[in-house]
C-alpha cells in the first residue's frame, strides 16, 4: 500500500520537475532514441497480427449476417481505439521499461543514486524525468504508427485472404470511427506511456537488497505496469463512451 | 575553517530493527575524527543519516544551525552542497569517464568554464594520484583508483565537511597508510572537517583527533583519541587490539554485554602529521585548547598520556 503511494507521489513529483531549469535535453534525447530504437520494430511485428485478428474474426462473423461491407468500420474502430495503445505501451513497457528499471537499479545498488543526491542533484530531475518523457512521448509517436499498420494488415488479411471488396473496406472506415476516437487514442497511450515510465523508474529506484532485487523490480516493473494498463484502458473507455456517444449508423 | 556537526539522541530502525539509539555526538569543526565499530553495526546507516539520506526516528543534527532531520528539501540539498562524501565503493556514474565523473558537481553547480573545470578537475585529480586515468570509464579501473575517484569527486567543490565510509575497504595496508596520510594532509592544508567511519585499527590509531566506536546500538564513547585509546572497556580494547578475546563475537547476535575479560590496552601510536612541506595542522591547536577544558574529566590513563606529550605543566 506504501509502495502505491509513494508510486503515485513519484508520479507528482515528475510532473513538478518537468517545469524545473535546466532541462536535461541530452539525457532527454539519449532516452528517446534508446526507447524507440529497441520498441519500433517489435511495436510494428506485434500490430499486424493484431489487426489481422480482429479482420479476420470480423470477417467470418459479418458475412454470416451479411455485413461484410461494414468490415473496415469495425475494425479500423477496434484499432485505434483499443488495440494500438494497448500495443504500443506493452511494447514500451517490455522492451524499454524493462531497460530504464534495470538501469536505474543497478545504478541504486551501486550507490551511483545517493552520490547523485549527496551531490545536490535531484536523481528524479536528472534521470527519472528524462525517461519518463522519453516514454510518453514515444508511446504517442509510435501508436499513430502502429494504427496505420495494424489497419493496413486488417486490410490485407480481409481483402486479400478473405476476398473481401476492398472499395467498401476502404468506404466504410468512417461509418463507426470518429475523429474523437483518434484523439482518445493518442491521449490513452500518453496515458499508459507516463505510467510505464513511472512504474519503471519507481521499481529501479527501490530494489529490494542486491542484484538479485534489480532482477526482481524489473520483472514486477513489466507486470505492474500490465496490470494497471487493463485497469486504466477500462476507465478510460468507459469515460470516453458517456461523454462521445459512439456514432449511429 | 570546517563546519561542526552536532548530534542529539539519535536513533534509526529499519521496519523492528533497531539499529542503533540514544546517538549523541560533536564532530568538531576543522578536525579528523573516526568512527569505529565492528562489521553489521550501522556505521554506513549513521554517515548516511548525516548527510540526509536516511531519516533518523528521533534526535536531531545540527549543521549550520539547521536541523537535517527536519529540514525542508530545498534547504537539504543546500546543506548537501558543504558535504563531500566518499563512498564505500566510490560510488562513481559508471556512465561517464573518470574525467566527467569528476567534473560532475562543477558542472551542475557553478557556471566555470570548461578551462576553468580543467584545470580544477587536473588539480585533483594530480592530488589523488589518478593522471592518466581521465578518458577511463569507472568499470576500467581497479578498486582502489575507483575510491580514489570518488575522493577527487567528493573535494572538488571545496566542501567543508568531509565523510569517508570506509576509505580502507578492498585496500591493501600500504594504499590504505597513502589514504590515511592524504586525508592528514587535506586537513593540514585546507581545515577542513573530516568524519571517517571504518573499522580498520590502523587507521583508528594514527589518523584521528576524535575516536568513537558503535556497539551493540549503541555508541560506546566519542572523545578525544586518548579516551579510547588507553580505554580499559573490554570491547573498545578487543577492538583495537584485534583479538577474540572479549565480548565481540562472531557475528552480532554473538556479541556479549556483559562478562569479565583480561584487559590488554594497546599502547598508544603517534598520531600521523601532514607530509613535509605542507602547513601544521591548526586543528592541533584548538584540539588541545579543548582537551584541557576536559582534563580533569578524563580517565587517569588518559590525562597521563596527554600530558606527557604535550609536556602541559601539571
Known sequence: MTAVGQMFALGLEVLRQLL??????????????????????????????????????????????????????????????????????????????????????????????????????????????????????????????????????????????????????????????????????????MIFGFLAGVVASYRGLHPRGGPKGVGDAVNQSVVITFLLLFLVNAVITAVYLRIVPPKGM | MGVQI?????????????????????????????????????????????????????????????????????????LRKLFGVLFQDGALFGSMTVYDNIAFPLREHTRKTEAEIRRLVNDKMELVGLVGAERKLPGELSGGMRKRAGLARALVLDPEIILCDEPDSGLDPVRTAYLSQLLVDLNAQVDVTILIVTHNISVARTVPDNLGMLY????????????????????????????????????????????TWPSTVPEIVPQLTPSPGLPARQAIQRRQERVRVMLPTLSPAAREHVLANWGVPR
Open chain 1, 20 to 189: 524545473r531549469r535546466p532541462f536535461q535535453y541530452r539525457e532527454l534525447l539519449g532516452q528517446f532514441w534508446f526507447v524507440a530504437s529497441v520498441s519500433i520494430l517489435p511495436s510494428m511485428l506485434v500490430s499486424i497480427p493484431f489487426g489481422a485478428v480482429i479482420g479476420l474474426e470480423l470477417g467470418s462473423l459479418t458475412a454470416q449476417i451479411g455485413a461484410e461491407s461494414f468490415d473496415g468500420a469495425a475494425s479500423v474502430l477496434a484499432i485505434i481505439q483499443q488495440a494500438s495503445p494497448i500495443v504500443t505501451t506493452l511494447i514500451i513497457a517490455g522492451a524499454g521499461g524493462s531497460a530504464i528499471c534495470a538501469d536505474l537499479g543497478s545504478r541504486t545498488i551501486r550507490e551511483e543514486i545517493d552520490a547523485m543526491e549527496v551531490l545536490g542533484v535531484s536523481p528524479v530531475h536528472r534521470l527519472v524525468v528524462p525517461r519518463v518523457l522519453a516514454a510518453t512521448s514515444v508511446a504517442v509517436l509510435l501508436n499513430g504508427m502502429v494504427s496505420v499498420v495494424g489497419v493496413a494488415g486488417g486490410y490485407f488479411f480481409n481483402v486479400i485472404m478473405q476476398g473481401g471488396t476492398p472499395g467498401a473496406y476502404v468506404a466504410s472506415f468512417a461509418a463507426l470511427a470518429q475523429l474523437p476516437d483518434l484523439w482518445v487514442s493518442e491521449l490513452k497511450a
Open chain 2, 6 to 78: 552536532e548530534v542529539h539522541g539519535l536513533a534509526k530502525s529499519f521496519g523492528r530493527q533497531n539499529i542503533w539509539q540514544d546517538v549523541s555526538l560533536t564532530v568538531p569543526a576543522g578536525e579528523l575524527s573516526v568512527l569505529l565499530g565492528p562489521s553489521g553495526t550501522g556505521k554506513s546507516v549513521f554517515l548516511k543519516c548525516l548527510v540526509g539520506l536516511l531519516r533518523p526516528e528521533r534526535g536531531r543534527i545540527m549543521v549550520n544551525g539547521v536541523d537535517l532531520c527536519r529540514c525542508t528539501e530545498s534547504e537539504r540539498y543546500e
Open chain 2, 216 to 259: 551493540r546500538r549503541r555508541l560506546v564513547g566519542f572523545g578525544p583519541r586518548e579516551i579510547l585509546l588507553t580505554s580499559e572497556e573490554p570491547v573498545v580494547a578487543q577492538f583495537l587490539g584485534g583479538h577474540r578475546h572479549g565480548p565481540i563475537g562472531m557475528s552480532e547476535e554473538t556479541d556479549a554485554a556483559e562478562g
